[in-house]
C-alpha cells in the first residue's frame, strides 16, 4: 500500500473530495485507511460503565486507500508515488512529478 500511518494525504472521490488530513491509522490488510476530519461518522454509544455519558459521538470512518492521494512537501498538492533505492540500500517513496523522496 502506498500510504503510511502519519502521511498527509488529499481525498480525490467522495462527499470529502479535496479535504487534506493527516492519516491516523492504516490498514494495509483491508486496502482502508483513517484519515483525520474526513468521513465523520455518527455514532450512538451506551455508556459502559455507572457514571459514563453516553450519546451520539462523531468519529472518523476508514476508506479506501486508492481515494486518497499523498501530498508531495515540494509540490504541495497530491501525487502519484513511485519508489527508488538509495546508494545505501534503503528503499524510500518518492514525488513522480519533481523527484523529491517523500520519506526522510
Known amino acids: ?4 500511518s502519519k502521511d498527509t494525504v488529499v481525498v ?10 493527516k492519516v491516523l491509522t492504516a ?4 486496502g482502508k485507511v483513517v484519515v ?3 468521513a465523520i461518522a455518527t455514532k450512538h454509544q451506551k455508556p459502559r460503565q455507572q457514571g459514563m455519558p453516553g ?3 462523531k468519529k ?3 476508506i479506501d486507500a486508492s481515494n486518497v492521494m499523498l501530498v508531495c512537501p515540494k509540490c504541495k498538492k497530491g501525487v502519484r508515488v513511485g519508489h527508488k533505492i538509495l546508494d545505501n540500500g534503503t528503499k524510500v517513496r518518492v514525488c513522480v512529478k519533481c523527484g ?5
Not at 500500500?1 to 503510511?4: D, F, K, L, T, V
Not at 472521490?13 to 487534506?20: L, S
Open 36 to 38: 483525520e476530519g474526513v
Open 27 to 30: 490498514f494495509p490488510k483491508t
Open 12 to 21: 480525490i472521490t467522495g462527499k470529502d473530495k479535496g479535504k487534506q488530513g
Open 1 to 4: 500500500m502506498h500510504i503510511r
Open 100 to 104: 523529491t523522496a517523500i520519506d526522510e
Open 55 to 57: 450519546g451520539i459521538v
Open 60 to 62: 472518523e470512518a476508514a
